[in-house]
């Protein structure tokens, strides 16, 4: 692959606007399922295919999925209201725009941090799979734009278990057994820094890196989360140790950053909290945020607002769980599938979020049920379109797409 293919991003800057304001989303109001997705995941050579995590484009244009089938998918809402609003049900709303397959399961995949649909040479994500190295994917076309490699002491290549971009957008951090690789954006191949999270004395962070997450506003800091159970914060520049976290019960999943940047959030695999930690002082956690996942290996995303004031998170109920940041009090509810919700991601800067569900299924032989049937409500994709201040109302009402809808269009 030839350089001009590489994303570059010091020509592009965020398409955000500082006026903007994001709208108060009302949780006492139940969102409303506004598309709805299911059959197009199932075939009847894989009927147990099920979701592993949904994330926004920056751009807030798509959102992208990835399964158990080792497919990515990306999927565009309409821009018109051309077509009402549906409820659970066998039909999808409309089909993926562009369909991706690996070569094996999917460990983690990130967008480019100032991607924008409008702009090909930014529209691009990255993927790491087993067995396989980075891949960088054009998200208008679903071709592979280049490869990241990184090799072992034998010379073979080794996969990442995370990735992320840094805030600059001209690396991305991968994370692997007990080292972090830095890869240059620009400069596809198998060149790449190595940084040990282990020191002398087996000091440190030890354990699979699973989780990167960076700290907003350049600040220089990034979180790493381990399956060993401790969550790290390091400096970028030099990846300096500077706190190493313990209290998760299982190995961590998922590492996200506040809005702020002062507080880090944390959660694990087989364990019921997300851990809140005050970056500043991070002698213990702050609070502890509930979740149903005390009885599955299942990464389950978390996420937070735009205007950083809740989080949600799916579990094993089925439940898509809001709680406040400022006191870490739940706020509410509402169920988003009849099975686990593994994912969960707002929409960068308006009221829509968009979940995940599903989970592996054994089927026992000569049980004399051969056939796994499953319900719309089950290993599916959903959009949820929340209620905001009425404030707001007259500006969502001004534009008839999906991005400028008026909210009593769907929550009637």
């Not at 999925?65 to 809402?77: C, G, H, I, K, V």
């Not at 960088?136 to 679903?142: F, I």
């Not at 520049?237 to 506040?258: A, C, K, P, R």
């Not at 706020?331 to 979940?355: C, K, M, Q, R």
Request: glycine share 8%; with cysteine; proline share 4%.
């Amino acid at each position: 692959m030839g350089e001009e293919n590489v994303v570059q991003s010091e020509s592009n800057e965020a398409n955000t606007n500082e006026e903007y304001s994001f709208p108060a989303l009302r949780f006492d109001v139940s969102p409303h399922r506004t598309y709805h997705f299911h059959r197009q995941f199932i075939t009847p050579s894989n009927p147990n295919n099920f979701h592993k995590a949904v994330k926004w484009s920056p751009d807030g244009s798509c959102f992208l999925t990835s399964s158990e089938d080792n497919t990515l998918r990306l999927f565009a809402p309409p821009g018109t209201e051309s077509e009402a609003p549906v409820a659970a049900s066998d039909d999808d709303s409309f089909a993926a725009n562009v369909v991706m397959h690996e070569g094996e399961s999917i460990h983690d995949f990130c967008w480019y941090p100032y991607m924008s649909s409008s702009d090909l040479v930014t529209n691009v994500f990255a993927t790491t799979t087993r067995d396989h190295p980075i891949h960088l994917w054009d998200a208008t076309s679903g071709q592979l734009r280049c490869t990241y490699r990184a090799y072992d002491a034998m010379d073979e290549i080794t996969a990442a278990f995370s990735i992320a971009f840094n805030p600059a957008g001209n690396k991305i951090f991968a994370g692997y057994n007990k080292c972090i690789r830095m890869f240059d954006l620009h400069r596809p191949g198998r060149d790449f820094e190595l940084y040990s999270t282990v020191k002398d004395k087996k000091e440190g962070q030890t354990g699979i890196i699973s989780a990167v997450a960076f700290s907003p506003f350049h600040s220089g800091m990034l979180a790493l989360g381990s399956y060993n159970q401790t969550a790290a914060i390091y400096r970028e520049d030099n990846m300096e140790l500077l706190y190493l976290l313990h209290g998760q019960e299982g190995g961590i999943t998922h590492v996200q950053f506040s809005k702020d940047g002062n507080y880090l959030y944390t959660g694990g695999r087989k364990d019921p909290y997300i851990l809140c930690w005050d970056v500043r002082k991070s002698v213990d956690c702050v609070y502890k945020l509930y979740r149903s996942s005390e009885n599955t290996n299942q990464r389950i995303l978390f996420d937070i607002d735009p205007s950083g004031q809740h989080l949600g998170t799916g579990g094993q109920d089925g439940l898509v769980h809001i709680y406040d940041l400022k006191t870490g009090q739940w706020v509410s509810s509402f169920e988003a599938a009849l099975d686990t919700v593994n994912g969960f991601s707002f929409h960068p800067f308006l009221p829509h979020a968009v979940s995940s569900s599903g989970h592996r299924r054994f089927l026992i032989p000569d049980d004399g049920n051969e056939e796994l049937c499953l319900s719309g409500r089950e290993n599916c994709i959903s959009v949820w379109t929340f209620c905001c201040d009425s404030m707001m109302d007259d500006d969502m009402k001004s534009n008839g797409s999906f991005n400028n809808q008026s909210e009593s269009g769907y929550l009637d």
